[in-house]
């Protein structure tokens, strides 16, 4: 089957599309044909030699795709031949066909087509599981998100919205900032023009936020634990900005705060599949009301995978951009 093949780590000239063999699934898993494959900044890590995939992970670059189910393992009920299913995956989803636990698939939500279902799996199950179920966001509350125009923060912004929180963002063109404030940020913010942790302060009469999702890393930790509310909850979920950074515990003690930090990939088969049940009961009934819609920048061939990267390290996107294979 056609797949990107990377010979070696580097530059988006490592990869080429070439042919794999046809993935057989396990007893507990199903093979999709992929119809489209989300691409996500993990995966320039990926090709870069950084973020190898978990121990018996497929090779190929890829953590979530749309498709339909065309085998089933053994011992898996819940889906058959022919269902039009979106996943999230450990690995190879740049790819025609791609095998994956059971317990990683979900149904396209009513009214999203094939192609667009491939922008859901990963922003929804990291939004969800770090805003709702790790930092247990609460309507009325204020949630600051860096990124606010990429997959996961306009993933970010629709959800709080729906439970009634108030959205800051950080964002890096006016054109971003106007789509932030359409999707219903509260607040954007242009941080090439403004000191952004002094926006958040004023625009929280001093409070601070509630919650913080920061994909920066170290270059934003201070200015983060600065900016948390009294009970503060810091959840970082990215290394853009760097992996060492200072972090002020007398603050952080005397805002009764906390710092998480997460990964989606590196976590069971078990694990993901209890984020996705969670995400198919939660945030599928608000995707099929249309309050929360997948934003697509971009469908491309998958021919033109490196130019996908490519879009990607320049940040010239907004939302998702998939791959076609």
């Not at 530059?11 to 507990?28: F, R």
């Not at 978990?54 to 498709?67: D, K, N």
Request: aromatic letters at 4%; proline letters at 5%.
């Amino acid at each position: 089957m056609r797949a990107v093949v990377c010979e070696g780590a580097g530059g988006v000239e490592v990869m080429s599309v070439g042919e794999i063999p046809d993935p057989e699934p396990a007893v507990d898993e199903v093979v999709i044909d992929v119809a489209a494959a989300g691409v996500n900044r993990a995966d320039l890590l990926q090709r870069q030699g950084f973020y190898p995939p978990p121990p018996g992970a497929p090779q190929t670059i890829g953590m979530e795709c749309s498709g339909v189910v065309s085998a089933v393992g053994a011992e898996v009920t819940d889906w058959k031949i022919g269902d039009e299913v979106c996943a999230l995956l450990a690995g190879g989803g740049y790819a025609a066909k791609v095998a994956v636990p059971a317990s990683q698939v979900m149904p396209v939500p009513a009214g999203v087509d094939l192609v667009s279902a491939a922008a859901l799996p990963e922003a929804t199950a990291t939004v969800w599981s770090n805003l709702f179920m790790t930092s247990h966001l609460k309507p009325g509350e204020t949630l600051l998100v860096h990124g606010g125009s990429s997959g996961i923060g306009t993933m970010a912004i629709q959800l709080a919205v729906a439970h009634g929180v108030r959205v800051l963002c950080t964002v890096g063109t006016k054109d971003k900032m106007e789509v932030c404030l359409r999707l219903g940020a509260d607040i954007a913010i242009n941080y090439r023009e403004a000191e952004w942790a002094n926006v958040v302060r004023e625009a929280t009469g001093k409070a601070g936020a509630d919650v913080i999702l920061d994909i920066i890393g170290a270059k934003y930790l201070e200015d983060n634990v600065k900016s948390l509310a009294f009970g503060g909850r810091l959840v970082v979920i990215g290394m853009q900005g760097g992996t060492k950074g200072t972090l002020d515990l007398g603050r952080l003690l005397t805002r009764r705060a906390s710092v998480t930090g997460t990964a989606l990939r590196s976590r069971s088969v078990v694990e993901k599949g209890e984020i996705l049940a969670e995400v198919a009961g939660h945030v599928w009934p608000l995707v099929e009301a249309k309050k929360v819609h997948p934003i697509v920048h971009q469908v491309m061939p998958l021919t033109e995978v490196r130019t996908a990267h490519e879009i990607l390290e320049q940040s010239s996107h907004v939302g998702k951009v998939l791959l076609t294979p």
